[in-house]
């Protein structure tokens, strides 16, 4: 496999940020775990989340919404399941609850920067706090920062290429299973969810 390091993820995110930093050490563990990075969709991420670390994950393990090989679970965790296709054992990893204690000066800085009322001061001291952090959790002990475990486990399918419908309301293609009916016509989901019609 091609060195990929941390640079790779930055460069696919845009910027450093703890959470890019916690992909890149959960996509690294797979990396040499599995010794692969994915070019189809022999290995696959599913994440149960929708943070900065799933960057990471694209970037480094291959895996992407594109290929199928990247299964979002909205569950607003740090956990990370890979497996290889045609193997029952996947590797899970789960960020500990207690790795990344709160810093509540930092939580407030960045509610200041969301909307716009932080000093040119503050904004700096966030910046600085930022970087630490995530140099931070790229510098600590995998056993202090995941809890790392094989499961068993079936694989999700793989991606399946659908035949495209055309919605009869906006015109538009869509995914054939995704269709709807409404007033007697096949719509597209939006077109079905619109209201005064």
Not at 64 to 80: D, M, P, Q
């Amino acid at each position: 496999m091609k060195n990929l390091n941390f640079d790779t993820a930055v460069q696919f995110h845009g910027h450093v940020c703890p959470g890019l930093s916690i992909g890149y050490r959960v996509a690294s563990l797979a990396a040499t775990h599995f010794k692969d990075r994915s070019k189809d969709e022999e290995l696959v991420a599913i994440v149960e989340n929708r943070s900065c670390a799933v960057d990471a994950i694209q970037a480094i393990n291959g895996c992407t919404c594109g290929k199928g090989n990247l299964i979002f679970k909205e569950h607003g965790k740090h956990v990370y399941t890979y497996f290889k296709r045609g193997d029952n054992k996947a590797l899970r990893i789960s960020l500990k609850p207690d790795a990344l204690p709160v810093d509540e000066k930092h939580t407030a800085l960045f509610a200041k920067l969301r909307v716009g009322t932080a000093s040119p001061e503050e904004a700096e001291e966030f910046r600085a706090s930022h970087e630490a952090k995530s140099q931070r959790v790229l510098e600590m002990p995998e056993e202090e920062l995941f809890w790392v475990r094989e499961v068993e486990a079936e694989p999700p399918e793989k991606a399946i290429v659908y035949p495209t419908l055309i919605c009869s309301k906006c015109g538009e293609g869509f995914m054939e299973p995704l269709g709807r009916m409404k007033n007697g016509q096949v719509v597209c989901i939006p077109c079905f969810e619109a209201k005064n019609e």
